[in-house]
DNA sequence: GCCGTTTTCGGCCCGACTGTTTTCAGTCG
């Protein structure tokens, strides 16, 4: 593990056991976003270890934190830490995660009942003790138990591929309810993030009728296996993603029981911006710009923009009259902001962003290739001819087939002979095609050393040499670097593909000094690319970001092996959008000339 | 513990829902 994850999962463990020893939660707070922003950082900590002043420039990181980032460089561990967990049960740190029972609960259970495990806690609740507790009951006792039940299968945070199609799907069925205006989905989902927690859904009702029929609609859907909220404004349901039919497709998952909740939330017609804005969050996006908005004299909650007084109603109530809400522009507008596409709204620093000119950031019409593709001659499933169709009718001007390499055996790997007949029949079939270009490349493999899978003769030979990792994704960082770099030094290399091997929620992948080889590709004129499939999400947001800010070329490319995985185009696009790429810095989004060109400048 | 276009001290975002309560605490997002 790197550094920062390390440091950063340390810092959140430390803030859970503050918070259940009734720590101010101000510093409870303090460490989590410490624990956030380190996790998010690019940069390798450990190298600005002694460089105080480089660490508190940071947003969140203060002296306090610059010290502890120091000392778990050079001793690998934290003392405070140490002495939390001589006073807390590693046991309890788990029962923060069952859905309802918060620090408050946890603290209590622990020193009335000497609860410091889920089989204690079972034990508590079965044998009636917990029941008789100051602010628990028989609802309260039930609900935990549900919850202890749920929270196995709910753990696990969905892969954003997994959850789109079934926000898609409850957003038709609440769009079906006569008197229902408006509806989309918002949270994490919509700010086009790898993985989800819960799926938010909006929708404004003309009249409290429609939305009292939203409401039993929303809860009594297909696929509904239990009811957790039943309000007038918000509901909340678990769904069991089987009755949605989706799968992980060729990755073997089992999710065949898993369930996600999906929160509804009725708002007013005139509150539509500051909802969305509110429910789309960050949570921590949403903190910077009430502060914002206090600076200002004004006070921002989910129904608008309000002026500030020192009513403790809120202003809504109070049929105080807001000065933004309708629209999230309105919103951004009135703040003195231009107005942040949800993808950049995580509290990465994006409040400036904008005020010098124009934010285009890259879009799914941008891309006009994809240079990363497989056919039936490795593992893919469609014919040159079948992808080539697709690409030309989706708008592309240039397509790159990269089958695997001879060391991929279970994909079917070209031996030498096999690619280059290959190399003849795709130039061949260019010639013979209009509309597009068809360029013949390969899917290259890292070996484990860092070398190539075909020899630099072979490798000439090639439009497109996309070099990959495959195997040993369990290197150490040290050496995962080495590899890599090699590889981004090799002069007939122009596309580093998932360079982490990482699968969303799965597997790890490699933890390279990221650092260095954005550094390298940008010294030897090598794209890292973004594999857009919903599984790899490779390069990841916070990698992208880094890479943009060092002026590293980027591909996005969908790694098609089936027809319906150029639909994951914009997934791959997302992520870009979360690490502020342009479309100059897109190799899949220049015009045929520039992206030939560069092509070419390598051969 | 962090932070500063009133501040180096004294603040630190806001509301809905639930359950156990006679006015609110805990949890969640």
Known sequence: MGFNTELAGLLDEMAAMLELLGANRFRVNAHQKAARVIKDHPTDLSTLAEDEKALTAI??????????????????????????????????LRLLRVPGLGPKKIKLLWEELGVESVEDLRRVLDDGSAAELKGMGAKTVENIKDSLEFASKADRRLPIGMARPIAEAMLERVRGVKGVTRAEYAGSLRRGKESIGDIDILAVAKDEKAAQALGETFRGGDGVVKVLAAGDTKSSVR???????????RWVLDDSDQTVQVDLRIVPAESWGAAMMYFTGSKEHNVKLRERALARGLTLNEYGLFPEDDEDTPPQQRGVKPVAGKSEAEVYARLELAELPPTVREDRGELGLGEDGELRLIRVEDIRADLHTHTTESDGRMSLEESAAIAKERGFHTLAITDHSKSSAVANGLSVERLRKQIETIHEADKQTTGISLLAGSEVDILVDGS?????????????VVASPHVGLKAKPAQATKRLLKAIEHPLVHIIGHPTGRLVERRPGLEPAMDELIAAAVEHDVALEIN????????????????VEAGCKIAIDCDVHHAEDYDNLIYGVLTGQRGWLTPDLCVNAWPKKKLHDWLSSKR
């Open 59 to 92: 947003d969140g990181i203060g002296k306090g934190m610059a010290e502890k980032i120091r000392e778990f460089a050079s001793d690998e561990c934290l003392a405070e830490h140490d002495e939390l967990l001589s006073k807390v049960p590693a046991g309890l």
């Open 239 to 249: 769904v069991e993603l089987a009755a949605f039919g989706v799968s992980s497709n």
């Open 452 to 464: 190539l899978d075909y020899d630099d003769d072979v490798l000439a030979e090639l439009d497109v």
């Open 532 to 547: 857009a499939h919903w599984m790899r999400l490779d390069l990841r947001d916070t990698h992208v970001r880094a890479a």
